[in-house]
Nanobody
Framework: QVQLVESGGGSVQPGGSLRLSCAAS????????MGWYRQAPGKQRELVATITRGAVTNYADSVRGRFTISRDNAKNTVYLQMNSLKADDTAAYYC???????????????WGPGIQVTVSS
């Protein structure tokens, strides 16, 4: 199985920046697509950005041009650089990863416990 641990959250003023990290550990034969999702109070969890193992990226319209997702395959780590933060970006951010425990096994899904990002003046 895979354990995901997020770090780098916190509080920042509007217009500020934060960088989230998520490291995968455990027993697996490969980590595939990784991504970030977020959930604000009273709202459904939504996609923020995803990245394939080959570094093909996808962004929600609301963050495109402000957020950048990247990964280090050697470290099994995904990053989210968040710039020009707005109050609407306030949410719990969750890391997600697809992985295989066996070479010919199914692709499974893992979630991190989440980390809070608060944008407020």
């Amino acid at each position: 199985q895979v354990q995901l641990v997020e770090s780098g959250g916190g509080s920042v003023q509007p217009g500020g920046s934060l960088r989230l990290s998520c490291a995968a550990s455990g027993t697996f034969v490969g980590i595939y697509d990784m991504g970030w999702y977020r959930q604000a109070p009273g709202k459904q969890r939504e996609l923020v950005a995803t990245i394939t193992r080959g570094a093909v990226t996808n962004y929600a319209d609301s963050v495109r041009g402000r957020f950048t997702i990247s990964r280090d395959n050697a470290k099994n780590t995904v990053y989210l650089q968040m710039n020009s933060l707005k109050a609407d970006d306030t949410a719990a951010y969750y890391c997600n990863a697809g992985f295989k425990s066996r070479v010919f096994g199914p692709t499974l899904n893992a979630w991190g416990p989440g980390i809070q990002v608060t944008v407020s003046s």
